[in-house]
């Protein structure tokens, strides 16, 4: 928990994006301390950095981009990043999305589990709130507090008569999110397909990697993982877009229809807020943990 991380050993996974519809293969590798999160598209050679303001697109999913090139999709694998605590870490895309896999985070966890944690010898950084921080943004809004810990609270709000509203909240750790968020898989309605594909969206979407919901109900013949299964997958998304500083927050995030675009603004307006938090960082134990107000770019 003190120490910052990395992966111990470099892994490998392939699949299809669910928006590009390309087959597209994710290698992590370890990085020094201090590195942060740096993505690489090998087929460009081209480098992005982790950062809010790296985002240029929240159309259905979080694409980072720099330069010319652009990575989409990157929330689920930013989601374990950071409840694995991995502060330090390359990232190689030989293309434009990160695969979908089964639409969840599981399979994404099982891989960084496989890698292994190196602990490293510089001290981790997380980002405390202390003073409330709120984006309206329509009707959606999403709100983080001070909090010992990690907290997430999440309402979904639909019209379609079988989702209808949804609240799920925790407090999370590595173990609750690997049983209880992780799994959650991507969801889209029926009526939305032909509309996203007219988009250049969605063209890798299948029943194997999302959830689809007609008037009637769940289309796939497997069902859903939880009753809740929607719910807890924009918990997913908000926890890995939250994780576009690279630093854990430690605080309650309350999001109320919340999805990409306004957990992004966010975290722009909470990188730009200096007096909404503190940076803490961990020494060897609580006795020699520092906390400073300063800007995250520090």
């Known amino acids: ?15 299809v994006g669910l928006h590009t519809g390309k087959l597209c293969s994710v290698t992590l590798r370890p990085a020094d301390i201090n590195t942060g999160i740096i993505f690489f598209r090998t087929d460009r050679g081209k480098m992005i950095k982790l950062s809010p303001f790296a985002v240029v697109d929240t159309s259905f999913a ?13 929330e689920h694998l930013m989601a374990v990043l950071s409840a694995f605590e991995i502060d ?35 001290p981790r950084k997380v980002i405390k709130i202390t003073k409330p921080l709120r984006v309206v943004d329509g009707k959606a809004n999403i709100t983080v507090l001070p909090y010992n810990g990690r907290k997430f609270s999440q309402l979904i709000e639909f019209k379609n008569h079988f989702l209808g509203r949804q609240h799920y909240g925790i407090t ?28 250049g969206l969605g063209k890798g979407g299948s029943l194997d990697n999302a959830v689809i919901i007609d008037q009637n109900g769940v289309i796939n013949p497997s069902g859903t993982r939880f009753p809740d299964e929607f719910v807890r997958h924009k918990v997913l998304d908000c926890i890995g877009d939250l994780y576009l500083c690279g630093f854990q927050i430690y605080g309650h995030v309350i999001a109320e229809r919340s999805g ?3 957990n992004v603004k966010l975290m722009k307006m909470l990188m730009n807020s200096c007096d909404c938090y503190q940076t803490f960082q961990f020494g060897q134990d609580e006795s020699t943990s520092r906390y400073h107000a300063t800007s995250i770019l520090e």
Do not use: C, W
């Open 260 to 262: 990409h675009t306004t």
């Open 1 to 15: 928990m003190f120490y910052q991380k990395t992966i111990a050993n470099e892994i490998s996974f392939e699949g």
């Open 62 to 74: 979080t694409t980072i981009g720099y330069n010319g090139s652009r990575i989409k999709t990157i």
């Open 88 to 122: 330090n870490l390359y990232i190689d895309v030989n293309g434009p999305e990160i695969p979908a896999l089964d639409g969840s985070a599981a399979q994404i966890a099982e891989v960084l589990s496989k890698a292994g944690a190196s602990i490293q010898s510089a």
């Open 172 to 199: 999370l750790n590595l173990q609750r999110f690997v049983d209880e968020i992780s799994p959650a898989r991507t969801f889209g309605f029926l009526k939305d397909v032909e509309m996203l594909r007219q988009h």
